[in-house]
């Protein structure tokens, strides 16, 4: 059937790096989730589960190919804490036939501002 995705940005930690008294440079350093709601259309919950790794594997590959998120940012997913994921075990019914699964992407982005 598909699935939606949210963004969340739970935490910002802020440093200012004093390069010289007229000019410095303000770096945010921010944590992004992704939070991904997947719905399949099938009582089994392998080739749900599949669906849903096929598409972080997406997720994953966009973050490691273009570090700036198109052009947003710099470094994500570049800080120590990596690129992180979080899946849960899958819920089917029967009637109607569907299969719900959650998982959650996090990552930390860099952002540089000139003061």
Do not use: W
């Amino acid at each position: 059937m598909g699935a939606v995705m949210v963004v969340h940005l739970p935490k910002l930690k802020e440093r200012r790096i004093a390069l010289s008294a007229y000019n410095g440079t303000k770096q945010d350093r921010i944590m992004v989730q992704l939070h991904i709601y997947h719905l399949a259309q099938t009582t089994y919950s392998e080739p749900a589960e599949q669906d849903l790794e096929a598409l972080l594997d997406a997720i994953y590959n966009l973050i490691e190919t273009d570090v700036t998120l198109g052009g947003c940012c710099i470094g994500a997913g570049e800080t120590s804490y990596g690129i992180d994921s979080v899946m849960n075990i899958p819920v089917s019914q029967e009637k109607p036939e569907r299969t719900e699964q959650y998982a959650m992407v996090s990552f930390e982005a860099d952002f540089f501002f000139i003061a």
